[in-house]
């Protein structure tokens, strides 16, 4: 069974900085592509950015509306996908969900993590 | 940036047949997927490449369409089908998902 487990949201202020992680179980976590995606309260789904399977070298691909802000990453060892959040706005408050991309849809979804930015 | 657009509401009453629409702004090709999201919950696969159920989901869901038109019917529709409806296309970056659909059951 595949499983997703998001930690690290929570309230910060305005220009900080977070760290989301989410642990990976259930799969090949190498063979496949990992994605963030976030959800303000009421609204639809973003797509921020993912990074690549082993096949494909774990390149990144990032939404031009966080490119520079967010680092994606993960360790292979640990299974474990990172989301690095800098220069936090009000406008980043969602839940963030960590989504397994299998071939070309978004096949697995965390609980997500939420996060605040205010002051 | 792709734009899906959705209807942003419907109601309909159990054992109705219901379609859900999404209008890309350019073609997606057949790269069109469905999600189920309910209230509290994260969103869940129903439908991908436009027409193919995910495994697992009703048969009483179904998708159709290519290019810039898509549709997702729900036949018939039973009460715990109450959720919003998100499309979402990978053909062209950056991925995007429509500003969804929330039906309602009576």
């Known amino acids: 069974e595949v499983k997703l487990l998001e930690s690290g949201g929570g309230l910060v202020q305005p220009g900080g900085s977070m760290r989301l992680s989410c642990a990976a179980s259930?799969?090949?976590?190498?063979?496949?592509?990992m994605n963030w995606i976030r959800q303000p309260a009421g609204k639809a789904p973003e797509w921020l950015g993912f990074?690549?399977?082993?096949?494909?070298?774990?390149?990144?691909e990032y939404n031009p509306s966080v490119k520079g802000r967010f680092t994606i990453s993960r360790d292979n060892t640990q299974n474990m996908l990172y989301l690095q959040m800098n220069t936090l706005r009000a406008e980043d408050t969602a839940t963030y969900y960590c989504v397994v991309t299998t071939v070309d849809w978004f096949a697995y979804w965390g609980q997500g993590t939420l996060v605040t930015v205010s002051s | 940036d792709t734009v899906l657009t959705q209807s942003p509401a419907l109601a309909v009453s159990p054992g109705e047949r219901v379609t859900i629409s999404c209008r890309a702004s350019e073609s997606v090709s057949t790269l069109m997927h469905w999600y189920q999201q309910k209230p509290g919950q994260q969103p869940t696969l129903l439908i991908y490449l436009a027409s193919n159920l995910e495994s697992g989901v009703p048969a009483r869901f179904s998708g159709s369409g290519s290019g810039t038109d898509f549709t997702l019917t729900i036949d018939p529709v039973e009460a715990d089908d109450t959720a919003t409806y998100y499309c979402q296309q990978s053909w062209n970056d950056p991925l995007t998902f429509g500003s969804g659909t929330k039906l309602e059951i009576k």
């Open positions: 259930g799969f090949t976590f190498t063979d496949f592509y």
């Open positions: 990074i690549r399977n082993k096949a494909n070298g774990y390149t990144t």
